[in-house]
Structure formats: C-alpha cells, structure tokens
Nanobody, 124 residues
Framework: QVQLVESGGGLVQAGGSLRLSCAASGRTFGGYGMGWFRQAPGTEREFVATINGGGTITSYANSVKGRFTISRDNAKNTVYLQMNSLKPEDTAVYYC?????????????????WGQGTQVTVSS
C-alpha cells in the first residue's frame, strides 16, 4: 500500500509563494509519474501539474503555466510544487497523486493513489 502525505499549505497573500511537498512511502518511487491536482469548493478536481518518474518531463495546466513548478527528489521519495505569483483563484485543496506507470499524465483516471490534501488559501 502506498501512502502519500502532503504538507506546506497555508494562507498567503496574492502575489506570494508557497512550496508544497508530498512524501511517498514505498521503495519504487522513481518508477512512477506523479501529479498535483486541486479542488475548490463546489468544483470538480482539476489537473495542475505532472512529472514523469525520472523527473525529466513535466506538464502544466494553462492556468498555472509560468507560475508553478513541479519537481521531484527520488532519493527522498518526495515531489514538490513550487507556487509563485499566487492568485485568489488558486485557493483550493491541493492533492498529490501517483500515476499508474512511469509516465506523466494530466488525466485523473491515470492515478491510483492519492494523498489527503493540503489547503491553500490566497487572500486578495
């Protein structure tokens, strides 16, 4: 069983930055793509960013491109989401997830393990 634990969320003013972390259990972390998704109240969960198992390929939602950066440290079994120039519309619960294989993916159905989420609130 894989466990994913997010941390780093909080309250920040618009224009500020936060870095989310997601620590994963298991010995084959580098064999799987990872992703970040978010869900605001009353909305569906949406894709934010993804990275392949080796950390060499990334992809982003258009809404965060140029502001957010996903990265991973396979030696620490951790994936990160650096969020800069935050906007009030970035307010949501952020979830990390493990893909079913090595590849990166923006598709919700391609992920089989999910963390419990961490709240990010951006004030205007």
């Amino acid at each position: 069983q894989v466990q994913l634990v997010e941390s780093g969320g909080g309250l920040v003013q618009a224009g500020g930055s936060l870095r989310l972390s997601c620590a994963a259990s298991g010995r084959t972390f580098g064999g799987y793509g990872m992703g970040w998704f978010r869900q605001a109240p009353g909305t569906e969960r949406e894709f934010v960013a993804t990275i392949n198992g080796g950390g060499t390929i990334t992809s982003y939602a258009n809404s965060v491109k140029g502001r957010f950066t996903i990265s991973r440290d396979n030696a620490k079994n951790t994936v990160y989401l650096q969020m800069n120039s935050l906007k009030p519309e970035d307010t949501a619960v952020y979830y990390c997830a493990r893909a079913r294989d090595y590849l990166h993916s923006g598709r919700f159905s391609n992920y089989d393990y999910w963390g419990q989420g961490t709240q990010v609130t951006v004030s205007s």
